[in-house]
Protein backbone atom coordinates (compact mmCIF):
# COMPACT_ATOMS: atom_id res chain seq x y z
CA UNK A 1 0.00 0.00 0.00
CA UNK A 2 1.64 3.25 -0.94
CA UNK A 3 -0.13 5.56 1.38
CA UNK A 4 -3.17 5.68 3.39
CA UNK A 5 -5.06 8.37 5.36
CA UNK A 6 -6.70 7.54 9.11
CA UNK A 7 -9.23 9.84 10.18
CA UNK A 8 -10.79 9.30 13.75
CA UNK A 9 -13.71 10.39 15.49
CA UNK A 10 -15.86 9.69 18.44
CA UNK A 11 -19.83 9.25 18.60
CA UNK A 12 -21.79 7.68 20.94
CA UNK A 13 -24.68 4.58 21.02
CA UNK A 14 -28.05 5.27 22.21
CA UNK A 15 -30.94 2.92 23.87
CA UNK A 16 -32.29 3.11 20.31
CA UNK A 17 -29.89 1.67 18.50
CA UNK A 18 -31.07 -1.80 16.77
CA UNK A 19 -28.98 -1.62 13.64
CA UNK A 20 -31.14 -3.45 11.50
CA UNK A 21 -30.80 -2.04 7.95
CA UNK A 22 -30.16 -4.10 5.37
CA UNK A 23 -28.38 -1.79 3.29
CA UNK A 24 -27.18 1.01 5.16
CA UNK A 25 -25.30 2.26 8.10
CA UNK A 26 -25.16 5.84 9.71
CA UNK A 27 -23.43 8.05 12.50
CA UNK A 28 -25.35 11.54 13.18
CA UNK A 29 -24.42 14.61 14.86
CA UNK A 30 -27.79 14.58 16.27
CA UNK A 31 -28.39 13.59 19.82
CA UNK A 32 -31.33 11.63 20.22
CA UNK A 33 -32.24 8.64 17.60
CA UNK A 34 -35.77 7.02 17.53
CA UNK A 35 -36.42 3.86 16.98
CA UNK A 36 -37.49 4.08 13.68
CA UNK A 37 -33.50 5.16 12.78
CA UNK A 38 -32.44 1.23 12.19
CA UNK A 39 -29.66 2.21 10.28
CA UNK A 40 -28.16 4.41 12.94
CA UNK A 41 -25.47 2.89 15.19
CA UNK A 42 -23.94 6.19 17.03
CA UNK A 43 -25.26 10.07 17.64
CA UNK A 44 -23.56 12.65 18.90
CA UNK A 45 -20.77 12.47 16.21
CA UNK A 46 -18.45 15.84 16.01
CA UNK A 47 -20.01 16.61 12.14
CA UNK A 48 -20.95 15.13 8.75
CA UNK A 49 -19.53 13.92 5.88
CA UNK A 50 -18.86 17.49 4.81
CA UNK A 51 -16.81 17.89 8.28
CA UNK A 52 -14.31 14.85 6.49
CA UNK A 53 -10.78 16.50 6.08
CA UNK A 54 -10.41 17.53 2.78
CA UNK A 55 -7.60 15.03 2.10
CA UNK A 56 -10.06 12.03 2.93
CA UNK A 57 -12.75 13.60 0.92
CA UNK A 58 -10.58 14.30 -2.01
CA UNK A 59 -9.35 11.00 -1.76
CA UNK A 60 -12.71 9.01 -1.26
CA UNK A 61 -14.11 11.03 -4.50
CA UNK A 62 -10.83 9.74 -6.42
CA UNK A 63 -12.32 6.22 -5.98
CA UNK A 64 -10.12 4.96 -3.45
CA UNK A 65 -11.02 2.57 -0.82
CA UNK A 66 -12.32 3.06 2.32
CA UNK A 67 -13.02 0.77 5.80
CA UNK A 68 -14.73 1.58 8.79
CA UNK A 69 -13.39 0.88 12.08
CA UNK A 70 -15.84 0.54 14.94
CA UNK A 71 -15.25 -0.23 17.97
CA UNK A 72 -16.92 0.37 21.24
CA UNK A 73 -15.74 -1.60 25.05
CA UNK A 74 -14.14 -4.71 24.31
CA UNK A 75 -15.95 -5.16 20.46
CA UNK A 76 -15.22 -4.08 17.44
CA UNK A 77 -15.86 -4.33 13.30
CA UNK A 78 -15.07 -3.99 10.05
CA UNK A 79 -17.11 -2.54 7.01
CA UNK A 80 -15.06 -1.77 3.75
CA UNK A 81 -16.52 -0.01 0.75
CA UNK A 82 -14.98 2.62 -2.01
CA UNK A 83 -15.54 5.91 -2.97
CA UNK A 84 -16.98 7.27 -6.02
CA UNK A 85 -16.80 10.17 -8.23
CA UNK A 86 -19.86 11.34 -7.85
CA UNK A 87 -19.73 11.96 -4.15
CA UNK A 88 -20.92 14.91 -2.99
CA UNK A 89 -19.65 14.75 1.16
CA UNK A 90 -21.82 18.08 1.89
CA UNK A 91 -24.15 16.59 4.62
CA UNK A 92 -23.42 19.10 8.04
CA UNK A 93 -25.23 16.03 10.15
CA UNK A 94 -25.31 12.40 8.36
CA UNK A 95 -22.38 10.17 7.41
CA UNK A 96 -24.06 6.96 5.70
CA UNK A 97 -22.23 4.15 4.26
CA UNK A 98 -24.05 2.15 2.14
CA UNK A 99 -23.83 -1.39 0.15
CA UNK A 100 -25.14 0.01 -2.94
CA UNK A 101 -24.13 2.75 -5.44
CA UNK A 102 -26.85 5.59 -4.28
CA UNK A 103 -24.84 8.54 -3.69
CA UNK A 104 -26.56 11.53 -1.88
CA UNK A 105 -25.17 14.67 0.27
CA UNK A 106 -24.61 12.14 3.24
CA UNK A 107 -23.14 9.35 1.28
CA UNK A 108 -19.11 8.59 2.11
CA UNK A 109 -18.86 5.22 0.43
CA UNK A 110 -20.59 2.65 -1.71
CA UNK A 111 -20.45 -0.88 -2.36
CA UNK A 112 -19.91 -1.93 1.16
CA UNK A 113 -19.93 -4.85 2.67
CA UNK A 114 -22.05 -5.04 5.51
CA UNK A 115 -24.90 -2.95 6.52
CA UNK A 116 -26.08 -1.87 10.20
CA UNK A 117 -27.81 -5.41 10.97
CA UNK A 118 -24.52 -7.31 9.92
CA UNK A 119 -22.44 -5.64 12.63
CA UNK A 120 -21.30 -7.96 15.08
CA UNK A 121 -24.35 -7.97 18.24
CA UNK A 122 -22.40 -7.83 20.96
CA UNK A 123 -20.27 -4.54 19.49
CA UNK A 124 -24.70 -3.60 18.66
CA UNK A 125 -25.53 -4.18 22.26
CA UNK A 126 -22.81 -1.78 23.85
CA UNK A 127 -23.52 0.62 21.48
CA UNK A 128 -27.50 -0.12 22.90
CA UNK A 129 -25.89 0.63 26.14
CA UNK A 130 -24.69 3.95 25.14
CA UNK A 131 -21.14 3.62 24.97
CA UNK A 132 -18.64 5.71 23.92
CA UNK A 133 -17.33 4.58 20.18
CA UNK A 134 -14.43 4.79 18.58
CA UNK A 135 -14.61 5.35 14.28
CA UNK A 136 -11.60 5.31 12.03
CA UNK A 137 -12.23 5.86 8.93
CA UNK A 138 -9.17 4.04 6.51
CA UNK A 139 -9.12 5.17 2.88
CA UNK A 140 -6.08 4.04 0.24
CA UNK A 141 -5.63 3.73 -2.96
CA UNK A 142 -7.30 0.55 -5.50
Not at 3 to 10: A, G, T
Not at 107 to 113: I, N, Q
Request: glycine letters at 8%; hydrophobic letters at 40%; proline letters at 4%.
Amino acid sequence: MDRCICYRFRAFGHINVRAEHRSTLEVTAEEHLTPRGDCIIGVRAPHGSAGLPENVKNSLREGWNACLVVRAGSYSDVVCGRGDTRLQLSDDTRMIFRKSSFIEPATVFVGADKSARDLDRRLIRELARGAAADFILVVYPP
